[in-house]
């Protein structure tokens, strides 16, 4: 027999029916490399506001690779990008959820592209996250077009990618306006 049901059958202990895909435990994350990466080394189990809670993870991280060379930085910001693709759709498989709310390495990602133009400080730091949870949240166009039509790990990480790089753009205007 074919299809998808015995697709799933080879792994079905790695896998959650759709139903219990809300319930994943810190075990099965702490346990799990790939879960580790995807809900930002634990971030993504918060009860509420994973999203949020992802983003603030992402500010440690962010604090760390500010220290490094503005091509150093962007390098990295790119192989965490490329990475995520692959760590959200593992992730994602594994749970049997597109997009689980759980997933926020695409929060790190994009925070992280939202950062770019910010002087380290953290005024700019505060700054940044409120621009990008604004844009990841409110998902103007071509975030929300991205958000409904791209699947995959791509597509997890895309709308994050975009909404970060819309809020660099105003971040970036605001710090030129306070030079």
């Not at 791509?154 to 819309?166: E, P």
Request: glycine share 10%; with cysteine.
């Amino acid at each position: 027999m074919t299809g998808p049901a015995t697709s799933r059958t080879s792994a079905a202990s790695t896998i959650l029916p759709e139903s219990c895909a809300a319930a994943v435990t810190p075990g099965q994350v702490f346990r799990s490399p790939v879960l580790l990466l995807a809900f930002g080394f634990g971030a993504g189990l918060a009860p509420r506001a994973p999203g949020t809670a992802g983003t603030l993870a992402a500010i440690p991280l962010y604090l760390a690779l500010s220290q490094l060379s503005q091509g150093v930085y962007l390098a990295l910001v790119i192989a965490i990008s490329i990475a995520g693709v692959w760590v959200c759709q593992r992730a994602a498989d594994r749970l049997g959820v597109h997009d689980h709310p759980g997933i926020v390495w695409d929060e790190f990602a994009g925070f992280l592209v939202t950062m770019i133009p910010a002087p380290v400080s953290w005024l700019w730091v505060l700054a940044g996250f409120g621009l990008f949870r604004l844009f990841d949240i409110w998902k103007p166009w071509p975030i929300s077009w991205a958000d409904r039509h791209c699947k995959g790990g791509l597509g997890i990480m895309l709308d994050d990618l975009l909404a970060g790089g819309f809020a660099a753009v105003v971040l970036n205007v605001l710090v030129r306006f306070a030079a």
